[in-house]
């Protein structure tokens, strides 16, 4: 069973503001430098296999952060970048808010590309193949990834079985933390978008032998149509 925590970086002076895209030198904010050291307490106890991040400062010091009293070097991974916004990148969200795609990327995302970008298509396409590369690295344990809030909406979205097209219905805060646990070819989303302090240990709740019949589905006749 491998535990997948998807960690969003800590705030940045965009963040709310406007799209930094993969503008270099985003660093931290003050309040998510202050982010950071909550997070390094809400996973203090926590034992992780491995590390990975996005390359850019933004996630690489978040990653930092948590690797901090661990055994573990942080693992770029690039096809959990942020999203290439093309022509938006370094607009603010009021300007885009005007924009004609809009709409279209807030409830139609499959069906458009970012100006001079790319597709939220394509970052679905790459960021699930990181994961399964990740998840087939580490068949056992808990695997951190830091990256950011449209990436990880389309992971969360992907892996509950929902469509692209409502990956927007996901929140993902600054420092946020969502896990997913993989068994036998199974994700089951355990948390999403969890600020708090986490429970010892993240897992489901076992169900209790004696009602395990009441919660199993009716069996199907053979002659039904369903």
Known sequence: MTLLLLVRHASTDWVGRGLAGRMPGVGLSDKGRVEIVALQDRLAGHDLVALYASPLERTMTTAAAIAVGRPLAIQPLPAVQEVDFGEWTGRTLDDL???PL????QSSPSRM?????E???EVQARAVAAIEEVLARHP???VGVVSHADVIKILLATYAGAPLDAFQRFDVAPASI???QFQDGRPTLLLVNHCGALPQPIAPLPVDASIAGALSPTPV???SHV
């Not at 809009?102 to 990327?105: D, L, N, Q, R």
């Not at 590309?113 to 970008?117: A, C, L, M, N, S």
């Open 119 to 121: 597709s939220p298509l």
């Open 140 to 142: 056992a344990g808990a």
């Open 102 to 105: 809009w709409p279209v990327v």
């Open 178 to 180: 969502s896990a997913i």
């Open 113 to 117: 590309r970012f100006p001079g970008g």
């Open 221 to 223: 006749e053979e002659d």
């Open 97 to 99: 808010r005007r924009d």
